[in-house]
DNA sequence: TTGTACGCGTTATCAG
DNA sequence: CTGATAACGCGTACAA
């Protein structure tokens, strides 16, 4: 009932186990026929080499893990099926962890994680705190590490991103040449590289159109859709800006809610632009202007890059850090009727 | 620089390797001076006892699986995102494999899994085959499957399904109360289990108003976006349906591409349901009618049940299965304008 | 309270 | 070509 082992296949075979073992390892000299017999009877009894027993004995466990803030939501689900492709291609698992932006439990799998358990990270970070010295400590251990999307500048590692820079700048210009003047920056987390990389472009953009960067355009949001509803409900009345730059998806798409509840004619009165991996963003109501970043290449880029580092025969820490481009893509938000 | 062991971590401190396996687990008596002695050096160290190891010995791999056909999905992102939440509860890890809805990777995936490396298995299956007897000669090894939303009924395994019946006859209903007579039903794989159901919902509900059922309004589609544009086009076309019953999101979203180029309006020329776990239903544009299902529920409740048997001293192989309720939720794309 | 010794299931090495 | 043996790192009887 319960899995067989190699010792009682060998026995039923009146063969050693030192044979079967050959029989399933390609290499080590071993006669045909034996081999087809071991082979037929482990199909027979449906034995299969035990995993915990294999990667204890070569300290292989053939696992990845990916670690993300969140999985329902299109850019991470994107991401973690572009790392699964390359992880099975290499004959690897996939396993994942969900932070939902705590940092406590990013610590926690981390520490977690460098027991053998797998042999390599692929993490997009949490950015709640600015210690991350605990990380320090693990590299040592050096299991390879592959940042990608939000990384921690201070972490030696290699990192897959975007050129949120330059999406950025031409995001708010072309808000700025649909006649915006009073553009708001909607942003989650300041703390983040990505935030401050996107928040850079939003000023120099500004600053190249002669605007002035007022410090109260940029309207720090939450990942909960009531606080946020709350949240820009005050600063639509109190503000009334012309142009919305949000710098994730779900502050796009509370904006939305906002403006329907108050009659804000999207594209006319107020237009919106936003980083976002959302398919159907021309259905939307009206079409979404996005700033589409490549998630599922991120998620293969990175996992690339995490396996050349496990392939090779020198265990020379390369750093690698890869820049992929968004695409602009203009639609209704920012157009209008 | 590289991990330390056990016996590493004994010889510093002077101590056997049994003491300090003690302090790590919590039986067995042991001083509590030398046990705080032996994590802080540990701590120090960074040592944690290494997984492979410790799951050879007491065969526990604290990991589970879930195959699911895809993860870019807002269903299956949702319903991974409720296992995760249980498996982390229960401290243990999750490994993911993605079908893609191809049959052999189903397969391949399952027979790897009975090696120890996973002590429970979730699943929402492809579908794509009616031979599963490979299934039946796994489940004699007795690893505990759970599956859920698409399950093979032929499978002595516990399930997790909602009130696809019910859900299909309302939405149906809900059309022809609206004045539709000729509505198409939109399908992917007639196999599926849930197919059935959603389709039996469907023919009921037109029987019950005294519309015949007409075999030419069952429409096959596919996964790919362009093959459904294509279908649907002429399907449009031809047949002039004045209601669609989508039974998967995929499926209306596709259909709204169609009206909009068609330039039929949706809610009126032609109104459209279908099962969806689109969070931002309500913004598109019209507003799309849904049934939606408790994915994240879901998944919570299919992993509950494979913890309620991976946690039973007993090893009965209990069978439960699991009706949640989807909740009919009407918007403009059936009400019009 | 602590130490010794064995086994979990494999596979590489070394003999034969 | 095949068999015996040791070792991977840990945890637990059992002995001290």
Redesign the pocket.
Known sequence: MD?I???Q?AERL?????????A??G?????????EKILAMARELN????H???N????KSRTIAVIVPEIANNFFSRAINGVERVARDNGYHLQIYLTNDDFEREVSFMSQLHN?RVEGIIMSVTGEANDHSYMHKLRKKSIPLVFFDRTYDDVKASKVSTNDYESSFSATKHLIDRGCSRIVYLVVNKNLSIGKMRMQGYKDALEAAGLPFVENLVIDCSNELGKNLDILGRVFSAIRPDGVFASVERLAIASYYVCHNMNLKIGNDIRIICFSSLEIASLLNPALSTITQPAYDMGMEAANILFRRLNSENNDDIIEHVVLESELVIRQSTLGS
Chains 1, 2 share one sequence.
């Open positions: 899995s082992n190699i010792k296949l009146n063969l050693s186990t030192s044979t079967v073992s050959r399933f390892r290499h080590s000299d071993i006669n045909k026929e034996t081999k034995y299969q080499p035990n915990m027993a294999s204890l004995r070569d300290k053998g």
